[in-house]
């Protein structure tokens, strides 16, 4: 057996090659849903995301002769290590064929790197924020994934118990059944919150009539996802980042914000149609043909929508809003003949999320973990 040669990604052909070996390691795989490259390109780059700012990278390639048999990022994030008064480098875009001297040889480099710059623990996979990837699939492998998680081969969890890491936390997603009528309870409580408070949905047509909302709703999800794991408020450069990359693809009828008599944004739930076989399809590319099949998952014929985000308010947990949002959705879901909702990954000791779910009929389908594992002095 050859060497495993561990070498960084200095150059635009090496990012395409990090960028691309999944495809081959998950070719025909029918359950993994391939990034597109333009967008994981955007991610990594530093002059494109401004969470590098605050941010120091390294990305791995391990070889074997001129194979690529493995990939890794590491990320020292500045200001989560200030927040949670830890030294802690993460690592993620982690991709390795079932060899444990891969596997092993790419967590060493990170290892190394962040030893060198102080770290005292590592763990992962997590990207820049909540808005990238986290989360090691430990659950539901025959499961079609979504754009927004990590997919990744049953022996994954298994090579990182062998390299000494253990459980942090997990997250887990839910299937939920669309029933032929929004729950009566929902209904009466969307109506009685709404009174109560003084709070609306905001109904538009088009998609650019949600911007001048959008900023408020992340300045919402700020406060909303302040105490969860790892979380990093947002900064005024990332909202405008992440507003300017999804905005524009977003189907109205499928989000709602929860607007108060100052038209502030005190609740919101985000949802679009299933994109997960058009981009099976496209191989992470939308040229020259990718496109195609995702835009008729979007503006199409399709029975599958993904939940990306909820979220509330801190002054307005507890008091029903999110009744608001999935009276709206549940309404157009139906009218669009959707058939099953797959929510966001959400923290299994996040119980207040998982209670949203009462009024359905649900199951956990999947589930995925952090790992982490603290250098020894």
């Known amino acids: 057996m050859q060497n495993i040669n561990i070498k960084e990604v200095k150059s635009a052909k090496e990012l395409n090659r990090f960028l691309a070996f999944p495809n081959g390691l998950y070719n025909g795989n029918p359950y993994r849903v391939p990034q597109l490259f333009g967008f994981e390109r955007s991610t990594l780059s530093p002059s494109k995301n401004p969470a590098h700012a605050f941010c120091k990278t390294k990305y ?87 754009q927004a998680v990590i997919y990744n081969h049953p022996y994954y969890p298994a090579h990182m118990e062998l390299l000494g890491f253990a459980k942090d936390v997990d997250w887990v997603q839910i299937e939920i059944k669309l029933p032929k009528q929004v729950p009566e309870k929902i209904k009466r409580y969307a109506a009685l919150v709404s009174q109560r408070y003084e709070l609306r949905p905001l109904r538009v047509k088009r998609a650019k009539d949600l911007i001048p909302y959008a900023r408020k709703m992340f300045h919402t999800l700020n406060a909303a996802f302040v ?38 944004v005190v609740g919101f739930g985000i949802s679009m149609p299933s994109l997960s076989k058009a981009l099976i399809k496209a191989r992470g590319k939308l040229f020259p043909f990718g496109f195609i099949p995702v835009l008729q ?41 959707i058939k099953l909702a797959i929510s966001s990954p959400q923290l299994e000791n996040n119980s207040d999320a998982l209670k949203l779910w009462k009024h359905y009929e649900y199951r956990e389908h999947i589930r995925r973990r952090c790992f982490i594992k603290h250098f020894k002095s």
């Open 60 to 146: 791995f390639l391990a070889y074997q002769g001129q194979q690529v048999v493995g990939r890794i990022a590491g990320i020292i994030h500045q200001r989560a290590n200030e927040k949670w008064n830890e030294n802690k480098v993460r690592f993620g875009w982690i991709d390795f064929v079932d060899d444990i001297a891969v596997s092993a040889a790419l967590i060493q480099a990170v290892e190394d790197w962040g030893k060198s710059e102080g770290m005292t623990a590592i763990h992962g996979p997590l990207g820049f924020s909540d808005m990238d990837l986290e989360g090691m699939l430990i659950h539901g492998f025959d499961e079609l994934g979504t």
């Open 227 to 264: 105490d969860l794991y790892g979380f990093v408020q947002l900064t005024d450069e990332q909202i405008d980042y992440y507003i300017k990359q999804y905005f524009s693809i977003v189907k109205p009828e499928y989000i709602c914000f929860v607007l108060d008599k100052n038209d502030d």
């Open 297 to 337: 998952s979007i503006y199409g014929k399709n029975d599958l929508i993904d939940m990306y985000l909820i979220g509330i308010r801190p002054d307005y947990q507890g008091k029903g809003v999110h009744a608001i949002f999935f009276n709206e959705m549940t309404q157009a879901y139906i009218d669009h003949d």
